[in-house]
């Protein structure tokens, strides 16, 4: 069996420590010292330039230089992305390219001329024409995206081929969502036990989370996995290369999380911004005087310290917690209040920064918007909690 396997580790950037904590460590630490331990095997891993931020906070260098050693023997390769995980389809196009280049300048502080990426995670895999067309410009050649993102459709992707974005000319593979789905080991396990493995790739894509923080895997079927004899793993960029050929495909906007009938209905992002959600709508709004108002105060003093808590207010968190959605098996309802009023307390902080006494009349319609975005968030948090209880 030929396993490609990607990981995407990230965790928001003004996130409590502990959370940070214990992803690091029942997570992205087995990832790595499973790789250490099976010198053969091989990922292709993204690591957002935030989380590297928050470990050099943590006293967590030591875990970046092993993923280095790893990089420099070959055994995982690493992508781009942007810095703080927005949406990028959502996000203004200048902020896009800003964070890509942000991303960069982090990672290459720790791995230099090692850290060479060729391929780029748009977080959440949330694909939009405009922003691949960034990435390509950028420099990079593939996207991995969500099978969704082909066609519109699930089941329908032949995931032993590479195929050519018309829009971008960007490479793509694609992950197969149901078993991306599953606990990926137990899956594969299940697989060879029955058949032998099988010639068609298997490409999956997760949060490097489910490896022992979101799946606690007592019984150690990951590295079971890891030590069979039938398996086979590559790089995303081997993968790419090896393919003889690349088929156009013209893409659909999407996510990972997006289903057939939002897509038919033009919701691509309905996670992150639904017309009919209030809460978000009054967000974007907050999102969008922000960005404006930096972006009008360049020269201000504070300039720096405004999108410092702007980059941390775009994040796709804080977003994705006002959509309470039913994930059901496979998680918790999307919608927390703190999660929202975190996200909500950068943006505001973002236009307070600036000095300038001309921004008066934005703040206090920064203000405003602000009040009326943690007002409506409590009443319908307690509406729902009574009504659930």
Request: proline share 4%; aromatic share 12%.
């Amino acid at each position: 069996m030929l396993w490609i396997n990607f990981l995407h580790c990230y965790q928001p950037v003004n996130v409590d420590a502990h959370i940070i904590e214990e992803a690091t460590e029942k997570g992205y630490e087995r990832l790595i010292g499973a790789l250490e331990e099976n010198p053969d095997v091989k990922f292709t891993m993204n690591f957002s330039g935030c989380l590297f931020l928050r470990w050099k906070e943590l006293g967590y260098e030591r875990l970046a230089a092993r993923i280095g050693a790893l990089l420099g023997r070959g055994q995982i390769e690493l992508v781009g992305t942007a810095a703080y995980h927005p949406i990028m389809p959502l996000a203004p196009p200048a902020e896009v390219v800003r964070q890509i280049e942000e991303n960069e300048r982090i990672l290459r502080k720790y791995f230099g001329a090692e850290f060479k990426p060729r391929g780029f995670f748009m977080p959440e895999m949330a694909y939009g024409e405009e922003a691949a067309k960034i990435i390509k410009e950028a420099g990079y050649d593939w996207l991995i995206l969500d099978e969704i993102a082909h066609n519109g459709r699930l089941g329908e992707t032949d995931f032993g081929r590479v195929y050519l974005d018309a829009h971008s000319g960007l490479k793509v593979v694609f992950r197969n969502r149901q078993l991306s789905k599953s606990y990926v080991p137990d899956t594969l396990l299940g697989i060879i036990e029955k058949t032998e493995g099988e010639n068609t790739p298997v490409i999956t894509a997760t949060d490097g989370e489910l490896y022992g923080l979101r799946h606690e895997d007592p019984d150690g079927r990951f590295e079971e996995l890891l030590g069979k004899r039938q398996l086979r793993t590559m790089l995303i960029s081997e993968f790419i290369d090896a393919a003889k050929t690349a088929e156009t495909a013209k893409l659909r906007p999407s996510s990972w999380e997006s289903s057939e009938e939002e897509l038919k209905s033009g919701k691509p992002y309905i996670l992150w911004y639904d017309r009919k959600n209030k809460v978000q709508q009054k967000l974007w709004r907050l999102a969008r005087l922000a960005y404006d108002t930096i972006e009008n105060y360049k020269d201000d003093k504070y300039y720096d310290w405004a999108r410092w808590h702007l980059v941390r207010g775009l994040a796709s968190c804080t977003f994705w917690w006002a959509s309470a959605k039913d994930f059901r098996l496979f998680g918790p309802i999307s919608w927390g209040p703190d999660e929202i009023e975190r996200g909500t307390n950068e943006l505001i902080r973002a236009i307070r920064a600036i000095d300038d006494e001309s921004s008066r009349e934005t703040k206090i319609k920064a203000e405003r918007l602000y009040i009326a975005i943690k007002r409506l968030v409590w009443e319908r948090h307690w509406a729902y909690y009574w009504k659930r209880t």
